[in-house]
T-cell receptor
């Protein structure tokens, strides 16, 4: 089945130690998104790629960066995780924007910062 | 101002009953889309149903239907014949913006618990 895969499902890191979260998709979608969801809150968009074009949300901290080396893969790098970065990180994809731009989500990576 | 408002933080419903989850939205964009997602305790966001702003008919997907009242800016989700597996967090979301600059904004969610 076509799907969005995130690895790892659970990640524990230490304060200030860089961490990379991975997302891959077999849907061949053009657009990939990264969201941060803190406990009992709505998901918050960090950034997204349309193909290789990167779009950063204005309030996304500089501590968060992303790479998309090809259509299938997208990475979220947290350069110096703080305690406030502990959250669920959700990757999503959509074929295009507009009326057919339904976003499909992966299972998420739950990040713990010690 | 909130763009998506879900006024029911939690709901308890008896199994097999129908349930309506409320969602109101605010936008000045004539072209937008409304979505409902289900998030079980495992964390994955599962797409349920979509309604476009120009769609004349209310969207339906199996047991899910979207009661779209454009003039009132509401997009309520109706789940018929609820099941225990429907227990989850439900998010209403709106897509607005121009091509290449679109954004999905989520409401705060409603936690639905189905009682046997």
């Amino acid at each position: 089945d076509a799907m969005v895969i995130q690895n790892p499902r659970y990640q524990v890191t230490q304060f200030g130690k860089p961490v990379t979260l991975s997302c891959s998709q077999t849907l061949n979608h053009n657009v990939m998104y990264w969201y941060q969801q803190k406990s009992s809150q709505a998901p918050k968009l960090l950034f997204h790629y349309y193909d290789k074009d990167f779009n950063n949300e204005a309030d996304t901290p500089d501590n968060f960066q992303s790479r998309r080396p090809n259509t299938s893969f997208c990475f979220l790098d947290i350069r110096s995780p703080g305690l406030g970065d502990a959250a669920m990180y959700l990757c999503a994809t959509s074929r295009v924007y507009g009326a057919e731009g339904t976003q499909y989500f992966g299972p998420g990576t739950r990040l713990t910062v010690l | 101002a909130q763009k998506i408002t879900q006024t029911q933080p939690g709901m308890f419903v008896q199994e097999k009953e129908a349930v309506t989850l409320d969602c109101t939205y605010d936008t000045s964009d004539p072209s937008y889309g409304l979505f409902w997602y289900k998030q079980p305790s495992s964390g994955e966001m599962i797409f349920l149903i979509y309604q476009g702003s120009y769609d004349q008919q209310n969207a339906t997907e199996g047991r899910y239907s979207l009661n779209f009242q454009k003039a009132r800016k509401s997009a309520n989700l109706v789940i018929s014949a609820s099941q225990l597996g429907d227990s989850a967090m439900y998010f209403c979301a709106m897509r607005e913006g121009n091509f290449g600059n679109e954004k999905l904004t989520f409401g705060t969610g409603t936690r639905l618990t189905i009682i046997p």
